[in-house]
């Protein structure tokens, strides 16, 4: 027989001239069952990876996706280019779960978009042994490691799985340091892995910081930067109140604007999406719920009212900017106090060790070391981000160097070596 040929699958199927860097080297992984870590930027296109080996392969392609929106737009992808997929996600009605999983048994199906919540869950863990997969896909994998954001426990679970299945895996992220990298292979067990690690360095993202005093004065400056901006425009908020307190900011400067929060009903959040996606210079405030699945290519401008409360995160969200390799400028405010509701966060989901909840809760020891862990994890991640908004150096500099990787000479995509004219120049807003 004769082996498929990811080229013309890519072509054929998806309608792409050729592979990106690095999404060659996971798809022939695949089609050789041998375990693959990918780490590709953010719109570097980690879907294709194990789209194409889906086509090629004989059985079930198995992805575990965190959230329902993301499940959502590669659904849509994967339908478009003719693959038999589903997901199964707590939105679905338990009738339609139990058909999604018998077509996967059945092998009716290609492709199975699952969170690892549902994967583990008593319901689903019986089929487990009757599916035929020929590749595990674990998306996001950076939720596997304390040291990492968006951090899940289940996603530490997914080397049971995969024992169980016994089928290769593919573990994709856009954001990992190389601490995290190393605990990815370690919990999902990864024997002999092809390696991929892209460069983060996008040389169209200018990346600059601006200060401000008060929130009349971050307002402000907001107006000045998206009023100019061409293209779609984005605007981060860490509450829920500050995006509905700048909404009506924008709009009482005569800026259309619309908001963005798991807050609104489901129906309100599809219309901002459809809103952002078609509009022809659309402006949105949104916590970080506004994200995965919103792939739009043009986004010019993303600004953060107050920075993230991890490089990664910061990273992973301003990096929705550009992905057409046209420039976009990434700017993130800060103040006195920005820190404040990331300490509290941290306090919530990281009690200290002094305090009662902890101190005189029934932890077992290990549970305790772990939880000590995952709080140092996070307060070293907020000292990074304090870092990058006060250095007088080179920002892509510092960003890359989070990652792991070196950059000798000075930018041409930062504000402190073009300073803040060179960078609003770098997207026509002057």
């Known amino acids: 027989m004769t082996p498929p040929d990811p080229l013309r699958i890519l072509r054929d199927r998806f309608g792409f001239p050729g592979f990106r860097t690095g999404q060659l080297e996971l798809v022939q ?15 570097g296109g980690k879907s294709l990876c194990f789209q194409v080996p889906c086509v090629a392969l004989p059985g079930l392609t198995v992805v575990v996706s965190p959230l329902i929106s993301l499940m959502a737009d590669q659904l849509r992808r994967a ?25 996967a048994v059945t092998g009716e199906i290609q492709l199975l978009l699952v969170a690892p919540e549902r994967l583990l869950s008593p319901s689903f863990t019986p089929l487990l042994p009757r599916l035929r997969v020929s590749l595990l896909v674990v998306d996001e994998a ?19 799985v995969r024992r169980e299945l016994g089928a290769p895996v593919q573990a994709l992220t856009a954001t990992a340091t190389p601490r995290v ?8 067990g990864l024997e002999h892995p092809v390696r991929f690690v892209g460069s983060f360095d996008r040389e169209n993202l200018l990346w600059a910081v601006r200060s401000a005093r008060s929130h009349s004065e971050r307002n402000r400056i907001l107006y000045e930067l998206v009023s100019p901006a061409p293209g779609a425009r984005l605007i981060y908020a860490a509450t829920r109140k500050r995006v509905e307190r700048i909404r009506a900011s924008m709009a009482r400067r005569g800026l259309r604007t619309e908001a963005y929060h798991a807050g609104l009903p489901e129906e309100e959040r599809t219309r901002v999406q459809s809103f952002f996606m078609e509009a022809k210079r659309p402006l949105v405030v949104a916590t970080n719920a506004f994200g995965m699945g919103i792939d739009r290519s043009d986004v010019r401008l993303v600004v953060h009212d107050q920075l993230s409360g991890s490089l990664e995160d910061y990273y992973q969200e301003a990096g929705r900017g550009g992905r057409d390799g046209g420039p976009a400028l990434c700017v993130a405010l800060r103040g006195p106090g920005d820190g404040a509701i990331h300490r509290a966060f941290l306090d919530r989901t990281h009690p200290p060790v002094r305090s009662p909840r902890v101190a005189f809760g029934l932890w077992r020891a290990g549970e305790l070391a772990r939880r000590f862990q995952r709080r140092r994890a996070q307060t070293v991640k907020l000292r990074a981000v304090a870092r990058y908004a006060a250095t007088a150096g080179c920002r892509r500099k510092a960003l890359l160097g989070w990652f792991g990787e070196e950059r000798q000479a000075r930018c041409r995509g930062c504000d402190r070596c073009m300073g803040w004219g060179g960078v609003l120049e770098g997207i026509g807003s002057r």
């Open 29 to 43: 992984a695949a089609l050789a069952g041998r375990d693959a870590l990918g780490i590709l930027p953010t719109g």
């Open 79 to 103: 339908r478009e280019a003719g693959i038999r997929a589903e997901a199964i996600h707590s939105g679905l009605s338990p009738e339609r779960r139990d058909a999604v999983g018998r077509a």
């Open 142 to 160: 950076h939720c596997i490691s304390c040291w990492g954001h968006d951090f899940r426990p289940a996603y530490r679970k997914l080397g049971d």
């Open 181 to 188: 990298r190393a605990e990815i292979e370690e919990v999902l």
